[in-house]
């Protein structure tokens, strides 16, 4: 199809090609993630209205990454219609844009502006690439192992057990599972990075410290970037993006959130969860402060003032409570846990189910070395920078207790833990 679009003449016919590519990779997509969730919504909408309306779903096998490798071919047919690239002329090349392997499963999500060009270079190993790509593995496998998976003891027990448990319970969930997906994705993010500079590719950074964003508009500039600048570039803009009428601004605003949601998983959960995203970005875009905050986080000061560190909070409060709909096993599940919030008071307790045994003090801890560090690092394009690296036992200290951290982690989960114990 790239070759199509690139060599015919006839603009429609281009189009024709285009709208093929697109409609051919949608329908992959559509077909293995999102069949059964169409046939059992459309079953339920007769049920809903008293009409018994029976539907046999599929027992469909969902390919690995199919999100991902659909997104970058439709990048690549979209920019090569646009004339942004030209037409791949190497089928390896063009294959192993698609299915390489560091960002295959979880992204980022690469476009073929950047990626595919560098498969036409000569591979020659570079030491000081190597070398960020290792720390950013390290710091990829700490986010996952030692954060993601350290929270997740706790979210799966809360979240699954939310009517047992009190409101400071249910809300130090949330704040756990914020935790536990941005390790878990930005995690993998940064080991794909890292793995790929190995091999002396470059990947487009995905996470830049999101959760120190002062507005929900500066927090979807910071969080999952390739996703986000891919819908921002390639649906936002065409349909129209900021400009127009406040209600085609309001329209195209649902329409990226919603689907965004969408595209994370075939449940109402996540479309929920792009609504609610959308709802608060609103007031940004209705009064044109969407993109306030441009510029560096407290760029003189180690300690954020006190109008900062309050945004900060707010923003990660919003966030939170979106998470709760993501994470919930369904829409009434979510609103039931938010319910429970408000109306549940009893103190804290962490020791009436089994799960909640295993010291939480280590998780804290990890969690407020994780912050400190990220803190520290957030003005900058990578934490494989800085001046903490210039200093020999300032860098051979991290990585030790970094490894020794992840290790404990790794054997204690393997004998059925989830976190060493002080």
């Not at 609103?282 to 000061?301: G, T």
């Amino acid at each position: 199809m790239g070759k199509k679009i690139a060599n015919t003449v006839d603009k429609n016919k281009s189009k024709f090609f285009l709208y093929t590519s697109v409609i051919v990779n949608l329908g992959f997509l559509g077909f293995f993630k999102y069949y059964n969730f169409f046939v059992q919504s459309f079953a339920n909408s007769f049920n809903f209205l008293g009409l018994n309306f029976n539907v046999s779903t599929l027992n469909i096998i969902l390919p690995v990454g199919i999100s991902f490798y659909t997104f970058q071919t439709l990048s690549y047919s979209i920019d090569v219609y646009r004339g942004k690239i030209k037409e791949a002329t190497d089928p390896i090349s063009f294959f192993a844009f698609v299915s390489f392997f560091p960002q295959l499963v979880a992204g980022p999500i690469e476009r073929a502006t950047n990626l595919l060009p560098q498969f036409y270079n000569k591979r020659v190993f570079n030491y000081d690439k190597a070398v960020s790509g290792a720390r950013l593995i390290l710091w990829g496998f700490f986010q996952k192992i030692v954060i993601a998976d350290g929270c997740a003891l706790y979210v799966n027990d809360i979240f699954e057990n939310y009517l047992l448990y009190s409101s400071p319970t249910l809300i130090f969930g949330a704040v756990l599972f914020a935790f536990q997906i941005y390790g878990d994705f930005a995690g993998y993010s940064n080991i794909a990075i890292g793995v790929s500079r190995l091999f002396g590719f470059d990947l487009m950074r995905n996470f830049n410290y999101p959760y120190f964003s002062r507005d929900i508009g500066e927090f979807w500039r910071r969080w999952h970037i390739s996703l986000s600048t891919w819908f921002r570039d390639y649906l936002y803009i065409p349909l129209g993006g900021s400009k127009g009428s406040k209600w085609n601004k309001v329209r195209n605003v649902f329409i990226i959130f919603i689907i965004s949601g969408f595209w994370h998983g075939a449940n109402w959960t996540f479309i929920v969860w792009g609504g609610l995203n959308a709802l608060f970005f609103l007031p940004l875009l209705i009064n044109n402060k969407n993109r306030k905050y441009l510029n560096d986080i407290s760029p003189n000061h180690f300690l954020p003032s006190v109008k900062t560190f309050f945004q900060i909070c707010f923003t990660f409060t919003l966030t939170s409570f979106t998470w709760i709909f993501f994470r919930s096993k369904s829409v009434l599940d979510a609103i039931q846990y938010v319910k429970r919030i408000f109306i549940n008071s009893d103190y804290l307790t962490l020791s009436s189910d089994r799960t909640m045994n295993v010291s939480i003090k280590p998780l804290l801890l990890a969690l407020i070395l994780f912050v400190l560090f990220e803190w520290y690092n957030r003005n900058r394009e990578s934490i494989v920078g800085g001046d903490i690296f210039k200093f020999s036992y300032m860098r051979y200290g991290l990585y030790f207790v970094t490894i020794i951290m992840i290790i404990l982690n790794i054997s204690n989960e393997a004998n059925g833990f989830i976190y060493f114990q002080f």
